[in-house]
Nanobody, 122 residues
Framework: QVQLVESGGGLVQAGGSLRLSCAASGGTFRINVMRWFRQSPGKEREFVAHIMWTPGSTYYAGSVKGRFTISRDNGKNTVYLQMSGLKPDDTAVYYC???????????????WGQGTQVTVAS
C-alpha cells in the first residue's frame, strides 16, 4: 500500500556531490524511521544512514560519516541523502527503506524503494 520512490541518482565525478530523495506515499500513515542502504554488484546490501522521524535523530555508517547527511521533510514524507566528497567506492544502487505505522489493517510494516543508481567516476 505504501510506496517509496527514490530519485536524484546519476553520474558524478570523484569529489563531487549528489542529493538523493525518497518520497513515501499511498495512504494515511506515520513514518517511524527512514533509512538509506546501498548495494554494489557482488556485494551485500549495506546500511548507510537512518533518521528517526521524531525527533529527527540520525545515525551513519562509519564509511560515510562526515560526508553524507540524512534529513527529512515531515510535511512531504520525504527523506534526503546529501552526499559530498563522493568516492568511487560509493558507487552503488541506493535504496530507501522505511518503518511505517498505520491504523489501517495490513498497511503498517517495512517498505523498500526500487533504488536509484549512483555512479562516481574515478
Amino acid at each position: 500500500q505504501v510506496q517509496l520512490v527514490e530519485s536524484g541518482g546519476g553520474l558524478v565525478q570523484a569529489g563531487g556531490s549528489l542529493r538523493l530523495s525518497c518520497a513515501a506515499s499511498g495512504g494515511t500513515f506515520r513514518i517511524n524511521v527512514m533509512r538509506w542502504f546501498r548495494q554494489s554488484p557482488g556485494k551485500e546490501r549495506e546500511f548507510v544512514a537512518h533518521i528517526m522521524w521524531t525527533p529527527g535523530s540520525t545515525y551513519y555508517a562509519g564509511s560515510v560519516k562526515g560526508r553524507f547527511t540524512i534529513s527529512r521533510d515531515n510535511g512531504k514524507n520525504t527523506v534526503y541523502l546529501q552526499m559530498s566528497g563522493l568516492k568511487p567506492d560509493d558507487t552503488a544502487v541506493y535504496y530507501c527503506n522505511a518503518d511505517i505505522r498505520s491504523s489501517i489493517v495490513g498497511a503498517g510494516g517495512n517498505y523498500w524503494g526500487q533504488g536509484t543508481q549512483v555512479t562516481v567516476a574515478s
